[in-house]
C-alpha cells in the first residue's frame, strides 16, 4: 500500500476528533480511530518533530493498522495543539502528563 492511496472518507467516517487539556493548561489536540468498537486496545501513534496528526503517513498508519488508533499533536510544533514552539522538546513532551 502506498500513503497516497488513503481512503480520506474511510478514515473519517470512523475518526472523533476532541482537545484535552492537560495538567499544564495546554490544550492537546486528539484523533481517536475506533475500527473495531468491542475492543478497549488502543495503539498511540506519536509524530516526529515539525509533522503533527494529520500528516499522510500518521493518517495512513492510523487507516492501515489493525487496531483502534489515538493520534495527537504534541504541544507547540505543527498542529493544533496549544503551546509555544519554543517550548517544544522531548523532555517537555515527556512531562506534559494528560
Excluded at 56 to 76: C, Q, V
Amino acid at each position: 500500500m502506498e500513503c497516497e492511496k488513503v481512503d480520506e472518507t474511510l478514515l473519517e467516517e470512523c475518526t472523533e476528533y476532541f482537545f484535552i487539556e492537560s495538567e499544564k493548561n495546554v490544550r492537546i489536540s486528539c484523533a481517536l480511530t475506533i475500527k473495531n468498537p468491542d475492543s478497549t486496545s488502543i495503539f498511540i501513534i506519536c509524530h516526529g518533530m515539525l509533522c503533527h496528526k494529520n500528516t499522510r503517513l500518521i493518517r495512513w498508519l492510523a487507516l492501515y493498522l489493525p487496531y483502534n488508533t489515538l493520534r495527537f499533536d504534541f504541544e507547540g510544533v505543527c498542529g493544533e495543539s496549544s503551546g509555544e514552539f519554543s517550548y517544544a522538546s522531548y523532555q517537555r513532551f515527556l512531562t506534559n502528563r494528560i
